[in-house]
């Protein structure tokens, strides 16, 4: 059974940086494409970023392009999303998500497994 942790959420003034990890255990971290999405009360769960099993391929929202950047060390098993000049709209609930497949995609259906999720909160 695939388990995810995630941490390095916080609290941080516009324009500064955060970087969240995600620690996949359960599976080979190479088998496992992972997503990670923010969610903020009465919005629906929006994928950021996603990054393929073998970390050569990735996707971005447009929103988060040039600011954000998603990676993984399959040795150690994380994933990482770099968050580089936030914005009180990066708001959110972040969570990583996992599924077994090459690549997939910001579509929070094509994902099964889930951490709990680590609080970002980008305010003045």
């Known amino acids: 059974q695939v388990q995810l942790v995630e941490s390095g959420g916080g609290s941080v003034q516009p324009e500064g940086s955060l970087r969240l990890s995600c620690v996949a255990s359960?599976?080979?971290?190479?088998?496992?494409?992972i997503g990670w999405f923010r969610q903020v009360p009465g919005k629906e769960r929006e994928g950021v970023a996603s990054i393929s099993a073998s970390g050569g391929g990735s996707q971005y929202v447009d929103s988060v392009q040039a600011r954000f950047s998603v990676s993984r060390d399959n040795a150690k098993s994380t994933m990482y999303l770099q968050m580089n000049s936030l914005k009180p709209e990066d708001t959110g609930m972040y969570y990583c998500?996992?599924?077994?497949?090459?690549?997939?995609?910001?579509?929070?259906?094509?994902?099964?497994?889930w951490g709990q999720g680590t609080q970002v909160i980008v305010s003045s």
């Open positions: 998500a996992a599924e077994f497949g090459v690549s997939c995609g910001l579509g929070s259906a094509a994902y099964s497994t």
């Open positions: 359960g599976a080979p971290s190479n088998s496992l494409c």
